[in-house]
């Protein structure tokens, strides 16, 4: 019987291994119609989920309900499963390098615990090869068995979209490859049992595994490039947001924004396919040169707001800052590698004073990871303030609500131009 009856049948379970952005809507999505058992090594994520709580704070607890699915941090639990879905981060060090250390982790958790016939499907993003070179081998190493031979392999990239209610994962079209054409015909029929969009059939892994991080590269390039035009349009005194409104009108005009690239994905992906193309001996430019421009925005706007402050004639180490928003985009709660931390830490080297707020962000979160919280509430007698993060909290505000929490003389940074040609009395900036 072919792994996918199994798991129809009930025969043989799904674990999914990392149950965070990724992992938990995939855990409970297949929870609808197979048998699920949901592994993550922290026990306190364990026990929120099994009271019915999403601790990324993404899915309501009715999504919970009336799934067949069981969440354990325990080994034994995983050990009688079929298929193992590994969806943990691929992040990055200090120094923008790979950080393969949970991958690492899951091939060994998955090596100890596999069986013969068994499959493993990777859904974290990382570079071409890394599957095949870097964790089957730990499976391999861990298990006694092998590869293809022994148990199958296969590789289908994640594509969620943190915040994003219109686009749900069964509506999000499923890369999925395997390490041979029968690896690949069952992992098609599984997530094709879940995923409404349609399945495309990727030739190889190393495929599969490029496919994801090219989506994210060419996303980053594109900004760098709107970047990069904001420095020179800010110059000459031209708003960048105008000028995209303006060429945006010709139809082959692909529109990209300005702006800080943070979280998982497309400030990080690119770093990943340097790091594999620099072990190849191959140096890229064009990829390199994007992720320093779009890296250096936050430096770039922490300068702005200092110079306005000494234009306005403000003693920069009394003067105060109000930032809003701290997660690494809109109406989520994620602050992984968040670019608003940069923008703190620029101001804080000026020993300016700064504020921040943000109605998703998890102070006590925010603390742990970068030193410093979120402020209570919002007060008055800012010299500026930044609107860093375009939540829904902060769409829709009069001038008259900065006006009077900022000082006499105060400015605005609205890095996304929500508020261009909006505001006319107060001194207003936009990347």
């Known amino acids: ?52 709580e999403d601790p990324s704070r993404e899915l309501p607890s009715s999504e919970f309900e009336g799934r067949n699915i069981t969440f354990t941090n325990k080994l034994e639990e995983i ?8 969806a943990v981060p691929t992040p990055i060090n200090e120094a923008n390098e790979p950080d393969l250390i949970p991958l690492i982790k899951s091939s060994e958790t998955v090596g100890k615990v596999i069986s013969k016939g068994d499959y493993v499907v990777y859904e974290s993003t990382t570079y071409p090869g890394c599957t095949e070179e870097d964790c089957v081998p730990i499976i391999e190493q861990f298990s006694g068995l092998k590869s293809v031979q022994d148990f199958k392999v296969g590789y289908s990239p994640e594509r969620i979209n943190p915040g994003d209610k219109e686009r749900p994962l069964p509506k999000i079209l499923k890369i999925v490859s395997g390490c041979d054409a029968e690896s690949l015909d069952n992992l098609a029929k599984l997530y094709g049992a879940i995923i409404e ?26 900004i760098s490039l709107m970047n990069e035009l904001s420095l020179i349009f800010d110059k ?22 300005p702006g800080l690239v943070g979280g998982h994905c497309i400030g990080v992906d690119p770093y990943y396919l340097l790091h594999k193309a620099e072990a190849l001996g191959f140096h890229p430019r064009v990829i390199a040169a994007g992720r320093f421009t779009n890296d250096a925005m936050a430096a770039h706007i922490a300068k702005v707001a200092v110079q306005k402050l000494i234009k306005a004639e403000r003693n920069v180490k009394s003067s105060r800052i109000l930032i809003l928003g701290a997660t690494f985009k809109e109406d989520v709660s994620d602050i992984r590698n968040s670019k608003i931390v940069d923008i ?8 300016v004073n700064v504020a921040v707020v943000d109605p998703h962000a998890d102070s006590e979160e925010l603390q742990h990871e970068y030193g410093f919280g979120l402020q209570s509430e919002i007060g008055s007698g800012y ?15 009069e001038e008259s609500w900065f006006l009077q929490r900022l000082n006499q003389g105060g400015f605005l940074l609205d890095l996304k131009g929500l508020y261009r040609a909006r505001f006319h009395k107060l001194d207003y900036w936009s990347l």
């Open 344 to 351: 703190v830490r620029e101001l804080q080297s000026y020993e």
């Open 1 to 52: 019987m072919e792994m996918f009856e199994q798991v129809a049948s009930g025969k043989k379970s799904i674990c999914v291994i990392g149950l965070g952005y990724v992992g938990l809507p995939l855990a409970l999505e297949f929870a609808k119609k197979f048998k699920v058992v949901g592994f993550d090594i922290n026990e306190k994520r364990v026990d929120m989920m099994r009271r019915g």
């Open 197 to 222: 969009a349609g399945i495309h059939r990727a030739p190889t892994i190393k495929v599969a595994e490029a496919a994801k991080i090219v989506e994210n590269t060419q996303r980053d390039v594109n």
């Open 79 to 86: 050990r009688e499963c079929g298929v193992y879905i590994v």
């Open 383 to 397: 010299d500026g303030i930044i609107l860093a993060v375009p939540h829904a909290d902060y769409r829709n505000l």
């Open 236 to 257: 000459m005194g031209v708003n960048t947001y105008d000028v995209i409104e303006a060429a945006g009108t010709k139809w082959n005009f692909h529109k990209y924004f």
